[in-house]
């Protein structure tokens, strides 16, 4: 099976080694980039301005980590590759429609996503929104067709992202952060409040690559709690990078979040940073009881957080 025909021939068996080093890795993100590619330019009819926007946004260009997540705890078979890249596409469509919703004028009115203009600077708030949906509907249907898993996988996997996305989950998240600062007081509200709104779609890839995985009951908890704790960790270090970084650096606006309570605001870099670590610490703890690949994980990881100067 040919899943880097643009730029790089991947033999589906170098995914699966027990350990995939940095090569492998970079090889597994064009796998992805590859995979999203086809998706968005399935023959759909779509008028030419919204098919842009879809793409501007999709494959502009990511660290992947959501997808990449999704493939690693899945650990597919030769056979379960392409399975394996589709739900992890699935799950980046999602999330970049999150992210053209957070940046739109009246959210965060970001400027820059991605190293490009957000999708409403490019195209109009009306086409942006549009190109959101197109891609949240359309990411559930990639889910649908998998013909190469069970009806009740398939479920089971909609069920999963359904959930990182509802009013419990992702969208719960972006309400508390625009609308109840005043809310966030301390350290918890402030952490469940980035749990919500980032750490539930870490929680729904790795659980979903855990489900294609077949893994059991007592994995899929530890995966879970592994995700959560990564996802912290990740949004805590987004909140750090926002008050010390370039935009230039990191792809999209910074200083965005000065007047927002963040465990920067609360607590000041250092202790953020003890923070960042000590979720990082229990991500590592779960991650050896989830039954997933432990080495490719903690690269990926490494590779996330080398800059971040933690104690």
């Known amino acids: ?73 899945a650990n597919p078979s030769n056979s379960d590759v392409k399975a394996a890249l589709r739900v992890g ?32 600077v490019a195209f109009g708030e009306s086409t942006a929104v549009l190109g959101a949906i197109a891609l949240l509907t359309r990411a559930f249907g990639v889910i649908s067709e998998l013909d190469s898993i069970s009806a009740e996988v398939r479920t089971r996997l909609s069920a999963i992202l359904s959930r990182a996305l509802s009013c419990n989950g992702l969208v719960a998240g972006q309400e508390l952060d625009l609308n109840c600062q005043i809310e966030l007081s301390d350290s918890s509200a402030i952490e469940n409040m980035m749990w919500l709104k980032t750490g539930v ?9 855990a489900v294609l995985r077949n893994a059991s009951d007592d994995q899929v908890s530890a995966v879970r709690l592994y995700a ?7 949004q805590t270090l987004d909140d750090i990078l926002d008050h010390t970084a370039k935009a230039s650096d990191v792809g999209k606006d910074v200083k965005t979040d000065s007047y927002k309570r963040t465990l920067v605001h609360l607590f ?44």
């Open 201 to 209: 779609l870490f929680v729904a890839a790795a659980e979903m690559g």
């Open 1 to 73: 099976m040919d899943l880097a025909p643009r730029s790089m021939k991947i033999e589906s068996e170098n995914l699966s080694l027990k350990a995939i080093e940095e090569s492998e890795l970079s090889r597994l993100r064009v796998a992805i980039e590859d995979s999203l590619v086809s998706i968005v330019n399935e023959p759909s009819g779509a008028p030419e301005n919204l098919q842009n926007a879809m793409s501007h946004a999709l494959l502009a260009p990511s660290k992947r980590l959501r997808p990449i997540m999704v493939y690693l705890m």
């Open 89 to 120: 596409s699935a799950v980046e469509m999602v999330h970049t429609a999150s992210l053209i919703f957070d940046d739109l004028p009246c959210m965060d009115d970001a400027k820059i996503r991605r190293h490009k203009p957000t999708a409403h």
């Open 268 to 311: 000041g870099l250092m202790q953020a940073k003890r923070k960042c670590q000590h979720h990082l610490m229990l991500a590592d703890k779960a991650l050896l009881e989830s039954g997933a690949m432990v080495e490719p994980l903690r690269q990926l990881t490494s590779r996330l957080f080398v800059n971040a100067n933690l104690p």
């Open 228 to 234: 959560k704790h990564f996802g912290l960790a990740f």
